[in-house]
């Protein structure tokens, strides 16, 4: 494409024409100028974006095959509806990035500042997200099962109803996040410092916990069948009525943990600290206890227990 035809595509598009929907294919617009502009139901594949000022665009309904976004700045912009394959973001500046039903597949996210990104119905299948700033974000009823995220830093980050089945999160720092109801199952948290995360309402069946520390977690109401906590740290955190099946506490530490009205059948509390833990109105038929230390453990609160029970008269 010459530098002629580069520039008429770019006056166009910054004038607001619309242009025909293959217009920018193989376009090369690296380093241009379109901060501002509002692109919709373009077909983009193998266009070269490479450093171009984007900030504050708008894409609607837009296919971005192949295209390479690498070191370009996308400050404030949005995606809605769009879906793309192979798109390279890496070192792009993202920040405050809104995308709304949109579908990425086998892209790059490597190196990518998307501080603040905000997303909703949006599915991330095969990317990656190698050292991605990831500072207060949210993702809300997204889907990004099966990736590998080991090693990245969440903060403050949000992921309320989204889908993290066989998400690899191992030795991850997730600090002040929130899991609320998503589904995690058969995730792998190995080794991960979430001190406070919240897991309420979650579905994390088969999930691997070990060697995590999670002091002052919530798991309160979540769904734990067979998950494994092996030489995790749980102190102080909270398991309020969730209930599994084959859970495993072998080697763990629960001191001052409160698992009231946990149902675990067939718990394993082999070797567990659960010094001073609350075990009010728990169901555990057929723990395993072996050189658990239980000292100074609370049990069934009566007065609770009753205010519990309690019904009107009729």
Not at 35 to 61: F, P
Not at 179 to 193: I, K, L, P, W
């Amino acid at each position: 494409m010459s530098d002629d035809i580069t520039r008429a595509l770019v006056h166009d598009l910054r004038t607001g024409k619309q242009l025909p929907s293959d217009a920018l294919q193989n376009a090369d617009l690296s380093n241009t100028d379109l901060s501002g502009v509002r692109l919709q139901g373009y077909r983009l594949q193998d266009t070269q974006l490479e450093g171009a000022n984007l900030k504050g665009t708008t894409w609607r309904a837009c296919e971005l095959d192949h295209v390479r976004l690498d070191r370009a700045t996308l400050s404030e912009s949005s995606f809605v509806e769009c879906h793309g394959r192979s798109v390279s973001w890496q070192r792009t500046a993202a920040q405050r990035l809104w995308m709304k039903q949109c579908t990425w597949h086998d892209c790059h996210f490597d190196h990518a500042d998307l501080t603040r990104l905000a997303a909703v119905n949006t599915i991330f299948s095969g990317c990656r997200w190698q050292a991605v700033t990831l500072l207060q974000t949210w993702l809300s009823h997204c889907d990004l099962s099966g990736l590998d995220l080991t090693g990245v830093t969440w903060t403050q980050s949000h992921f309320p109803n989204s889908q993290l089945r066989q998400t690899r999160f191992t030795g991850a720092t997730l600090s002040q996040c929130t899991f609320n109801r998503v589904d995690a199952s058969g995730a792998d948290f190995s080794g991960v410092q979430a001190k406070g995360c919240t897991f309420h309402g979650a579905c994390l069946n088969e999930a691997k916990f070990g060697d995590a520390v999670l002091d002052g977690a919530n798991f309160d109401q979540s769904r734990l069948d067979h998950v494994q906590f092996a030489c995790a740290s749980l102190r102080a955190a909270r398991l309020c009525g969730a209930q599994s099946v084959g859970i495993t506490f072998a080697d763990c530490t629960l001191a001052h943990a409160d698992l009231s009205h946990l149902q675990a059948a067939h718990a394993d509390f082999s070797r567990a600290d659960l010094r001073g833990a609350k075990l009010h109105a728990v169901q555990l038929p057929d723990a395993l206890w072996q050189a658990a230390q239980l000292d100074q453990v609370r049990r069934d609160d009566p007065e609770r227990l009753a205010a519990e029970r309690w019904q009107p008269p009729v």
